[in-house]
């Protein structure tokens, strides 16, 4: 084989979705594998380093976005038929979701309330302009909510993706320790606690350590899509009148 | 193959729904709705389908990464603002982890399941 038709080959491959496919299963699977082999240490998030690992092999190769994106939809595509998926452990544990609606919807208003008034409030003090703050504000709730308020309120929609990808992140890799520090230990608290504070990264997190954790997860998720919703306009109303 | 194709279904119709009726949430939450509904009406779960939501949600993590990569190409814009936004980032998502969770297990009734001490990971 001479050199032409090496770098043709290659051309070719980098063309198909093939290679950006098997790139991000392959990133995926070997952070799965790190973080099994450190005890599934909550830091060293599989999501997280296969994400750095994609971006690492862009970067060295001088892939655009775009391109990758081309053949990696067909992962992010799944993401809608897993959330319908979610139907099936929600229905499992109908039960439990009955027993505790109230404590849910308790944590759902006083969770939901923290998340967006913690982050407007804490940006602020610390000198934060209006429009990274009015972008923070939705960051608990799921990327396709939390970009469509930020619109409707006047921030910036591609800001409040980085911020809600982020939030996930953060959530994903620091809930074992906080829930650890705090003493809550019942599975369903734990996960509503990752799904509602950040949504479906967290989530992905709490399937992982247990079925239970997962299902509650998705449900503080979906719930907090709504709540983040309904309370982030009148929220922002209300600072604008305090000043 | 047929679980895949009834959740996909599933989200179409969840977004048509949405188009027609001007909902503000995603199709895919509406498909969630319908087949709990399903669900209930059946009164069970089959195998298959157990298997194929299963094998979903435990590998959830891995459908985020697309989306978390497109995120690198917008790190420049909060260059100016970083420190203040990994802070209120760290402080907002610990403070609504903790108060979130503890609200759940403080009203909750006991006996549910939980971490078996001393609490590991």
Redesign the interface.
Known sequence: MNADRLVNGLEFLAATPLLWLSLTLGAYILAVTLNARCNKMPLLNPTLLAIAVVVAVLAATGTSYKRYFDGAQFVHFLLGPAIVAMAVPLYRHTDIIRKTAGALFAALGIGSLTAILSSVLIARSLGGGRELWLSMAPKSATAAISMAISGRVGGIPALTAVLTIATGIIGACLATYVLRLVGVKEWHARGFAMGLSSHGIATARAFQENELAGTFAGLGMALNGIATAVLVPVIIKLIDRVG | MTI?FV??A??LI?EGIVQLSGL??????I??????TI??VRGK?SDE??A???F???N????????????????P??AA?WW??V???????????????????????SG????E?P?A?
Do not use: D, N, R
């Not at chain 2, 503000?24 to 939450?29: F, K, L, Q, R, T």
């Not at chain 2, 959830?60 to 790190?75: S, T």
């Not at chain 2, 610990?94 to 108060?99: F, K, V």
């Not at chain 2, 549910?112 to 971490?115: D, L, M, N, S």
């Open positions: 895949i959740l996909i599933l989200q969840g503000p949430v995603p199709g895919a939450i498909g969630l709705i319908l087949l709990y669900l209930v779960i389908m157990s194929t939501s299963g979903l949600l435990q959830l993590g891995v459908l985020f990464v697309p989306a978390g990569v497109g995120v690198i190409a917008y790190l814009m909060i603002q203040i936004i802070l209120v980032l760290l402080a907002s998502v610990c403070a609504t982890i903790a108060i979130t969770g503890l609200v759940v297990a403080k009203l909750s009734a549910i399941e939980a971490v001490a609490a990971s």
